[in-house]
């Protein structure tokens, strides 16, 4: 037996080999599948961790203790300068301290995905400083941070190693002259309440006497503030109030225990490493974090989204290739049973028992199974790393082999089963019908009922697809590739009898008309092309593969153009610089004097909601809207910009050193009650805003005034306020008749015009309390406050500036009426246009006008993340231009770079992996193609040298070859752009390729019929490569045959 | 009578063969075809007979049938003691691998084209060989039977049309059957192709007294094998036996005249039967015809 079986495979080795590479392929496709993914994974997992915000790869549990290190101690400055050090005696017993918090937390958050890192920090005061030294309040932070010299630039000195050696920022040793070798004494501190502040006349924060004095060995600088290293304790926030700029002054822990201090707080941060970040470790990492402390769970939740939506897409086109591969191995060995037909007979006549007929029957495709396996999932692993290396745009080696054995060996067993089902007609056929060449008409009706099948199994699927919310899965994501090949079986079916028809008509037309050479070359091909037994199934193949690749190239387009929509949205301009956070005004000050044009820069805010629940909402200057911001399309920019370019009443503004004030108080209660008021002016210069302090008012009319020095040049005056004492319930009036600035002490002052009361707001918090009323008469504005002791922060009587309500343009889902926590107040809005959607803030949101807003805030110099957003002609000096107006770019991101990002995350992946394995799908049916025009090559060289004899001329029988081969192609070329815009219509919005389909304006019936016909085109043109080699090779044996001559 | 196949001893020893009243019919989409319309022949073991008759007139499917390969529509077909229309598909192809050898019409047909002469003979007796008690002869004995001694490595591509047929036989006689069905042996040969081919079949029937059954258009043949079966119109219609022509009687009284006859005297024509001391005379209006019955 093994010898004819030998002798069987060497006989027939080209049929042999064929099958075996088809298998291979196939075995290969199903052993890479689940080798890609775990790359795919891999690679996703690199790109979220890479594009994730420090808060999204760090997490941290900290502490906050209250002790008195220092504090009791007596000592105080000493005259001579030379400091003292407090006593360090040991502390007073703390209640607030957890001792087993750094271990508990360390332990916690060292699992392999952790990198932790302990720090602690203190706040002490530099006020008593040297001579010369800037006067400005300087409250840093003492910092002890692990590993702290290996992530800071020394500037000038060395680390820190010893007891009581610092390291400080270059920018505070120069502000406090110190040098290397400098001693430096350090006060405790601590922040006093409001009510101290407004009684003791103190700021928030208040020195204390004891002191120690340290030694400076050094100078630091960072260089990259958000390396994810520092965590997320905000250790370089920029100015505010009165802290002015918070820099680290770095030591060693021993001397932090030494410094007085009231309060310490420990930290234990803890940074993802990447390395460690599998696909086996994400539910351990999530189960480690609280999702209170940090971002990490959304970044993991995005990997997550970026997996399922490749889970989802990959089987879109895989599936129908693992599936047309085994159909064309059923073609190739049923093929190869047809023509060993008459063997089988041979075989069958000589009484052979079952065993020994089905296994020559058989064998021959089943040891070309077998062998392929190993061969298969040999190249398996090579195939998923070169597929990874075409569609990831950054491959990652796997972290797992993510082989699945009980997946390649179901495949394998439909594999056999294919090549074994292809045998059964031979085999359970008798001996007359095997010897006879008569084809089998009732084969056709067999493939009916696989036929039926598929069109039902689309219809469920498509149905399934549109009634379901979650994302595609099981048979509905492969719902395109089924209508496509329903299509293809219905319009199929079209085929034979439409060529018959065709062929008859040409045929019948020869002798009648001119060019019946031709006529005859074209009736001949088509009746050829009718009556070739598999012309349908043929057909289906190719529809099926070029269909499918129409479909993925329309949906790479597509998704393409979605993600550039998407991004350009999304980000808001070609560029945006981070700037850490300012003022709006500080802001817009430094984007004015960086181009002055206006022409490529322009200020934005994310402007804080009080709620997640109200609608996001985004300032910016407006001016410059239509020169910078990327638009939606079908909305006109300029006529936003226009709605949010109202006009409004002009600020007040003084140029004073002096105001003085004319005010009547009153209130119902006690006399020892007292009420606070001052005028709050901004400096036109943008310096820090300036409280006009009148002092505590007394009942009845009185004149207060108050020095302003920094509005010598000009303030605008952004409210009145009048704070009430709470330690008394009662009703405190304040009317205001008159208010006047002097250019300097004695000089005549000048009324500020107070208007009515229209032209004020009350801005003032008290949920569930009466408001405050504010009216005007003939004696000025009268403001009641009635509960008074509910108002702890005070009541702010603003002067209206700009267009109030603030005009905003908001999206259509946008419905809040107010804008709440820009500083504490809520600023009133009204919708003056809407749109689809808005930039940054996608479908959900509101623009208002940045300068409109800054007018509107009680608190101007509230600091908000800020940005700066540059349009392509942008120079690239902008940033030192910007950075000279002492804003500070912490980070830049660019449509290329975001575009980027998405073309990495799951979505892109899987689309791009659908593309290649489309382009698989046609290679496969080419070698369908091949094979059969392989098989059919001698019975048309038969037919051909027959017709020859019978006085056929050459042309015609090669115009009958061109025919028979280019309309088969022709045929399935028409059917799958058909089908492929049928799928696209029935399921190309539900799946998971698109970011934002509405946004992008991908609708379902906004088919991409260029993108698919480009698609469709080159998969048919790729086949008509063989189609023409396999005419050509006829031709050519038939020349050489002596019956064709040119 | 139906007696299951059994794996007995046997030497090689010819089948009997009887046909009794056997008629089949081909239904096909365009209308039924009888094709053979009560059939009654008998062969004695051993015997080789040609069975010779126009193209469509039964011959095919009559060895068709007693090879197994079809199921009469009506009659009985007897193959030594086993009754065809009575056994099981499984029974005819052990019974085809062990009793009954068929040669099919071009010799292509009967071989494997990629397997040498040795393992085409391996293959057609292995049934045979699996069987329990066999004698079979070595491949080499049985291509020196045919002709082709010492070609056993040969391929079918190798050999001459004539040697191509006989290696045809000699795979048909491989498993040493009782019964040897030959199909158009000598078609397409010349005549010394021809006969060597008809002297092999001679050589396998005098050797082995194996039932030898020739489908054949050609006289010659069935002058050569010593008797001559004529099938016409699915009928059996008369019989040449050592080159004298016989008309059968049917089993339902019907004779076929011999094709001469019966161009003189066509259907329709009246006879008068008498029969007297072991002649019959037919008498047709104003003519005398004799058959004797010796």
């Known amino acids: 037996m093994i010898g004819i079986l030998w002798s069987m495979i060497r006989g027939r080795w080209a049929r042999a080999i064929a099958v075996c590479a088809l298998a291979s392929a196939t075995i290969a496709i199903v052993a890479a599948w689940p080798a890609y993914l775990a790359r795919a994974d891999a690679s996703m997992i690199a790109t979220e961790i890479a594009h994730a915000s420090t808060s999204e790869v760090t997490t941290s549990a900290r502490q906050v203790i209250s002790v008195n290190v220092g504090i009791a101690a007596p000592s105080g400055p000493d005259a001579s300068g030379d400091g003292g050090s407090s006593d360090t005696s040991s502390p007073p017993p703390d209640t607030t301290a957890d001792t087993?918090?750094?271990?508990?937390?360390?332990?916690?958050?060292?699992?392999?995905?952790?990198?932790?890192?302990?720090?602690?920090?203190?706040?002490?005061?530099?006020?008593?400083?040297?001579?010369?030294?800037?006067?400005?309040?300087?409250?840093?932070?003492?910092?002890?941070?692990?590993?702290?010299?290996?992530?800071?630039?020394?500037?000038?000195?060395?680390?820190?190693?010893?007891?009581?050696?610092?390291?400080?920022?270059?920018?505070?040793?120069?502000?406090?002259?110190?040098?290397?070798?400098?001693?430096?004494?350090?006060?405790?501190?601590?922040?006093?309440?409001?009510?101290?502040?407004?009684?003791?006349?103190?700021?928030?924060?208040?020195?204390?006497?004891?002191?120690?004095?340290?030694?400076?060995?050094?100078?630091?600088?960072?260089?990259?503030?958000?390396?994810?290293?520092?965590?997320?304790?905000?250790?370089?926030?920029?100015?505010?109030?009165?802290?002015?700029?918070?820099?680290?002054?770095?030591?060693?822990?021993?001397?932090?225990?030494?410094?007085?201090?009231?309060?310490?707080?420990?930290?234990?941060?803890?940074?993802?490493?990447?390395?460690?970040?599998?696909?086996?470790?994400?539910?351990?990492?999530?189960?480690?974090?609280h999702p209170f402390n940090t971002s990490i769970p959304a970044m993991l939740d995005r990997v997550d989204a970026d997996r399922s939506a490749l889970r989802v897409v990959v089987p879109l086109v895989a599936v129908p290739l693992l599936l047309l591969g085994c159909f064309v191995l059923f073609l190739a060995a049923g093929q190869a049973a047809d023509v060993r037909r008459p063997e089988l007979a041979v075989i069958k006549l000589r009484g052979l028992a079952a065993w020994d007929r089905w296994w020559l029957a058989v064998a021959e495709s089943v040891l070309a199974v077998a062998i392929a396996v190993p061969v298969g999932l040999a190249v398996g692993g090579p195939l998923a790393r070169g597929v990874a290396a075409i569609t990831l745009p950054s491959p990652a080696p796997a972290t797992t082999t993510g082989a699945s054995a009980h997946g390649e060996l179901a495949w394998v067993a439909v594999l056999l089963l294919a090549v074994l089902g292809a045998h059964l007609r031979p085999l359970v056929a008798r001996v007359p019908d095997l010897l006879r060449h008569v084809p089998d008409r009732a084969r056709q009706w067999r493939s009916v009922p696989l036929q039926a099948a598929i069109i039902v199994l689309a219809v469920a699927a498509v149905a399934q697809l549109r009634a379901q919310t979650g994302p595609p899965a099981g048979l509905t994501s492969v719902a395109p590739a089924l209508v496509v090949a329903a299509v293809a079986v219905v319009l199929g079916r079209l085929v034979p009898p439409i060529t018959t028809r065709v062929g008859l008509r040409a045929i019948g037309s020869v002798g009648r008309r001119a060019g019946s050479a031709r006529r005859l070359g074209t009736g001949l091909g088509a009746i050829v092309l009718a009556r070739r037994p598999g012309a349908q199934r043929l057909v289906m193949v190719e529809a099926v593969a070029i269909g499918m690749l129409g479909f993925a190239f329309a949906a790479s387009v597509a998704a393409s153009q979605d993600r550039a929509t998407v991004v350009a949205l999304d980000l808001g301009a070609h560029r945006v610089l981070s700037v850490g956070s300012t003022s709006p005004t500080q802001l817009l000050r430094a984007v004015g004097a960086a181009d002055p044009s206006g022409r490529y820069a322009m200020a934005a805010m994310a402007v804080p909601t009080a709620s997640s629940f109200n609608p996001p909402v985004l300032a910016v200057d407006s001016t410059r809207l239509a020169a910078v911001a990327n638009w939606p399309a079908g909305s006109d920019v300029a006529v936003a910009a226009a709605a949010l370019a109202a006009p409004g009443p002009a600020p007040i503004t003084v140029t004073a050193t002096s105001v003085e004030i004319d005010a009547t108080m009153d209130w119902s209660t006690s006399t020892l009650m007292q009420v606070a008021l001052s005028a709050v002016f901004l400096p036109n210069d943008g310096g820090l805003e300036v409280d006009?302090?009148?002092?505590?008012?007394?009942?009845?009319?009185?004149?207060?005034?108050?020095?302003?020095?920094?509005?010598?040049?000009?303030?605008?005056?952004?409210?009145?306020?009048?704070?009430?004492?709470?330690?008394?319930?009662?009703?405190?009036?304040?009317?205001?008749?008159?208010?006047?600035a002097a250019p300097a002490v004695g000089a005549r002052g000048v009324d500020v015009p107070l208007g009515s009361s229209a032209a004020w707001r009350v801005v003032a918090s008290a949920p569930g309390y009466a408001t405050p009323v504010l009216s005007s008469g003939p004696d000025g504005l009268a403001l009641s406050v009635p509960a008074a002791d509910h108002y702890q922060d005070g009541v702010i009587v603003a002067p209206i500036a700009g267009?109030?309500?603030?005009?905003?343009?908001?999206?259509?889902?946008?419905?809040?009426?107010?804008?709440?926590?820009?500083?504490?107040?809520?600023?009133?809005?009204?919708?003056?246009?809407?749109?689809?959607?808005?930039?940054?803030?996608?479908?959900?949101?509101?623009?208002v006008d940045l300068n409109d807003l800054a007018l509107a805030m009680v608190r101007p110099n509230t600091v908000l993340p800020a940005e700066v957003w540059l349009a392509p002609n942008a120079p690239d000096s902008v940033v030192d231009a910007l950075q000279a107006q002492g804003l500070r770019v912490s980070s830049e991101r660019t449509l290329a770079d975001q575009r980027a990002y998405?073309?990495?995350?799951?979505?892109?992946?899987?689309?791009?992996?659908?593309?290649?394995?489309?382009?698989?799908?046609?290679?496969?049916?080419?070698?369908?193609?091949?094979?059969?025009?392989?098989?059919?090559?001698?019975?048309?060289?038969?037919?051909?040298?027959?017709?020859?004899?019978?006085?056929?001329?050459?042309?015609?029988?090669?115009?009958?070859?061109?025919?028979?081969?280019?309309?088969?192609?022709?045929?399935?070329?028409?059917?799958?752009?058909?089908?492929?815009?049928?799928?696209?219509?029935?399921?190309?919005?539900?799946?998971?390729?698109?970011?934002?389909?509405?946004?992008?304006?991908?609708?379902?019936?906004?088919?991409?019929?260029?993108?698919m016909a480009i698609g469709v085109g080159a998969g048919a043109a790729v086949l008509a490569v063989i189609a023409v080699s396999g005419a050509l090779a006829i031709a050519r044996r038939l020349r050489a045959s002596g019956r064709m001559s040119r | 009578?139906?007696?299951?196949?059994?794996?007995?001893?046997?030497?090689?020893?010819?089948?009997?063969?009887?046909?009794?009243?056997?008629?089949?019919i081909y239904r096909g989409e365009g209308g039924d075809v009888v094709a053979l319309a009560g059939v009654d022949l008998s062969i004695a073991p051993g015997e080789m007979l040609a069975l010779v008759g126009p193209s469509g007139s039964g011959k095919s499917t009559l060895v068709a049938l007693l090879a197994g390969l079809m199921r009469p529509s009506a009659g009985r077909v007897m193959v030594g003691t086993y009754d065809m229309a009575k056994l099981t598909d499984r029974e005819i192809a052990r019974l085809r691998g062990t009793e009954i050898g068929v040669v099919l019409q071009g010799a292509s047909r009967n071989l494997l084209q990629y397997a040498n002469l040795y393992r085409n003979i391996w293959l057609a007796r292995r049934r045979a060989a699996r069987s329990g008690g066999v004698t079979l002869d070595d491949p080499d004995r049985i291509l020196d039977l045919v002709g082709l001694a010492g070609r056993g490595r040969a391929h079918l591509a190798d050999l001459a049309p004539d040697a191509k047929q006989r290696a045809a036989l000699a795979?048909?006689?491989?498993?040493?059957?009782?019964?040897?069905?030959?199909?158009?042996?000598?078609?397409?040969?010349?005549?010394?192709?021809?006969?060597?081919?008809?002297?092999?079949?001679?050589?396998?029937?005098?050797?082995?007294?194996?039932?030898?059954?020739?489908?054949?258009?050609?006289?010659?043949?069935?002058?050569?094998?010593?008797?001559?079966v004529t099938i016409r119109d699915g009928r059996v219609g008369a019989e040449g036996r050592d080159g004298r022509d016989f008309a059968v009687v049917a089993s339902d009284g019907t004779v076929q005249l011999p094709p001469d006859v019966l161009a003189t005297y066509p259907p329709g024509t009246m006879f008068t039967v008498d029969h007297d001391s072991g002649t019959i005379s037919l008498e047709v209006g104003g003519s005398h015809g004799t058959l004797s019955s010796d």
């Open chain 2, 1 to 24: 009578m139906t007696s299951p196949v059994r794996q007995t001893e046997r030497a090689v020893t010819g089948l009997a063969v009887g046909c009794r009243r056997v008629v089949h």
């Open chain 1, 100 to 289: 087993d918090f750094v271990p508990t937390e360390t332990t916690r958050l060292t699992a392999p995905w952790f990198t932790t890192i302990y720090a602690t920090d203190i706040d002490v005061d530099t006020a008593s400083v040297a001579p010369g030294a800037s006067e400005q309040a300087t409250i840093p932070l003492v910092l002890f941070r692990q590993n702290y010299c290996a992530h800071v630039v020394i500037t000038s000195g060395r680390c820190p190693v010893a007891l009581r050696e610092v390291l400080l920022d270059d920018d505070l040793a120069m502000r406090l002259h110190a040098s290397i070798g400098a001693a430096l004494n350090l006060y405790g501190v601590k922040q006093t309440s409001l009510a101290e502040q407004r009684s003791k006349g103190v700021g928030l924060w208040q020195a204390l006497p004891a002191y120690v004095a340290v030694t400076v060995v050094g100078t630091y600088r960072v260089p990259d503030r958000d390396d994810a290293y520092w965590g997320t304790e905000a250790y370089f926030s920029t100015a505010s109030g009165d802290r002015g700029d918070v820099l680290p002054i770095l030591t060693q822990p021993g001397t932090i225990d030494v410094l007085p201090h009231s309060e310490r707080r420990e930290n234990v941060d803890a940074e993802l490493r990447t390395s460690a970040v599998t696909v086996a470790a994400l539910p351990a990492i999530r189960s480690q974090v």
């Open chain 1, 902 to 1011: 998405l073309s990495r995350q799951g979505p892109a992946v899987g689309i791009a992996f659908a593309l290649t394995a489309a382009i698989a799908l046609v290679l496969l049916a080419m070698a369908c193609l091949a094979l059969l025009l392989l098989v059919d090559r001698s019975e048309r060289i038969t037919e051909l040298q027959a017709l020859r004899t019978q006085g056929i001329a050459a042309s015609t029988a090669r115009r009958s070859l061109i025919v028979a081969h280019a309309g088969l192609l022709c045929a399935a070329a028409i059917i799958a752009l058909l089908g492929g815009a049928l799928a696209w219509l029935l399921t190309a919005d539900r799946l998971p390729v698109f970011v934002d389909p509405k946004a992008s304006g991908l609708t379902a019936t906004n088919i991409p019929i260029g993108a």
């Open chain 1, 803 to 847: 267009p109030y309500p603030l005009p905003v343009v908001a999206t259509s889902d946008a419905t809040a009426n107010a804008i709440a926590g820009v500083d504490g107040s809520t600023v009133q809005v009204r919708v003056a246009d809407t749109t689809a959607v808005l930039p940054r803030v996608a479908r959900r949101g509101e623009l």
């Open chain 1, 692 to 740: 006009a302090d009148f002092g505590l008012t007394s009942l009845g009319r009185h004149t207060y005034e108050a020095q302003v020095p920094s509005c010598a040049a000009g303030c605008r005056l952004v409210g009145l306020l009048v704070v009430p004492d709470t330690d008394f319930s009662a009703t405190v009036g304040a009317t205001i008749h008159s208010l006047r």
């Open chain 2, 171 to 228: 795979v048909g006689i491989a498993a040493g059957p009782g019964l040897l069905l030959v199909d158009e042996p000598t078609s397409q040969l010349d005549s010394a192709g021809r006969d060597e081919v008809l002297t092999a079949i001679e050589t396998v029937n005098a050797e082995r007294g194996t039932t030898i059954v020739v489908v054949t258009h050609d006289q010659n043949v069935g002058v050569r094998l010593g008797r001559a």
